[in-house]
T-cell receptor, first 111, second 111 residues
Framework: DGGITQSPKYLFRKEGQNVTLSCEQN?????MYWYRQDPGQGLRLIYY???????QKGDIAEGYSVSREKKESFPLTVTSAQKNPTAFYLC??????????FGPGTRLLVL | GNSVTQMEGPVTLSEEAFLTINCTYT??????LFWYVQYPGEGLQLLLK?????DKGSNKGFEATYRKETTSFHLEKGSVQVSDSAVYFC??????????FGTGTSLTVIP
C-alpha cells in the first residue's frame, strides 16, 4: 500500500536529550513537511523540503533540525534546545500541485 | 498575507442534525481550498477540496462551495452521524504551494 508512515507512535524524551522522529513515504512525492500540533490549536509548520538535499525553515524551526538525503525519507530531530517539545508531530508529503497527504503522527512526551 | 479563520468549537450536535462549520480566508492570488478531518490520535485526512471560485467540493455527504466574493468555504452536512465526530480543519494552498491551516473545529455528535 502506498502511504506515509511515521514512527514511533509514542516517543518519550528525557531532559537534555535529542530524539529523532521518522517519516517515510512511498508515494514518490517530491515535497515533504513537518508540522507541530498542540491541544486546541492548528498546525504550525516546522520545516519543509521541496526536493532532495534541500529544506527550508517554517514558522517554528528553532530547536528542531531535519535532513533530506533520500526522496522517501524526511526525519525530524527534536534537540535539547527545544524547551517545550511535548506535542503531536505530523509529517506530510505532496506531489506537484496536489494536496498534502498526512502520516498518522507521533506523540512526543517529556519524562 | 495568507490566513484561514474558522469558527470556534467545540460544536455538539444530535445525530441527524444539520452541520455548518464556517471558514473564511485571506489570500493573495487564487488559492485552492481544502477541508481535512482528524480522528482522535490520527493524522489529517483530506475530506474535500475546491480549486477555483464557485467550485463545490463534496465527499461522504459533506459539501463546501468556494465563494470568492465572500472569501468563504463553509463546510456543511445535512444529517450528521456519531461517526462524524472529529476535528475539522479548513486550509488553503496559495499559488506558491504553501499551505495554511485554520485552528480546527471539534465536532461531537451525540446519539
Amino acid at each position: 500500500d502506498g502511504g506515509i508512515t511515521q514512527s514511533p507512535k509514542y516517543l518519550f524524551r528525557k531532559e537534555g536529550q535529542n530524539v529523532t522522529l521518522s517519516c517515510e513515504q512511498n508515494l514518490n512525492h517530491d515535497a515533504m513537511y513537518w508540522y507541530r500540533q498542540d491541544p486546541g490549536q492548528g498546525l504550525r509548520l516546522i520545516y519543509y523540503s521541496q526536493i532532495v538535499n534541500d529544506f527550508q525553515k517554517g514558522d517554528i524551526a528553532e530547536g528542531y533540525s531535519v535532513s533530506r538525503e533520500k526522496k522517501e525519507s524526511f526525519p525530524l530531530t527534536v534537540t535539547s534546545a527545544q524547551k517545550n517539545p511535548t506535542a503531536f508531530y505530523l509529517c506530510a508529503s505532496r506531489m506537484g500541485s496536489e494536496t498534502q497527504y498526512f502520516g498518522p503522527g507521533t506523540r512526543l512526551l517529556v519524562l | 498575507g495568507n490566513s484561514v479563520t474558522q469558527m470556534e468549537g467545540p460544536v455538539t450536535l444530535s445525530e441527524e442534525a444539520f452541520l455548518t462549520i464556517n471558514c473564511t480566508y485571506t489570500a493573495t492570488g487564487y488559492p485552492s481550498l481544502f477541508w481535512y478531518v482528524q480522528y482522535p490520535g490520527e493524522g489529517l485526512q483530506l475530506l474535500l477540496k475546491a480549486t477555483k471560485a464557485d467550485d463545490k467540493g463534496s465527499n461522504k455527504g459533506f459539501e463546501a462551495t468556494y465563494r470568492k466574493e465572500t472569501t468563504s468555504f463553509h463546510l456543511e452536512k445535512g444529517s450528521v452521524q456519531v461517526s462524524d465526530s472529529a476535528v475539522y480543519f479548513c486550509a488553503l494552498r496559495n499559488t506558491g504551494n504553501q499551505f495554511y491551516f485554520g485552528t480546527g473545529t471539534s465536532l461531537t455528535v451525540i446519539p
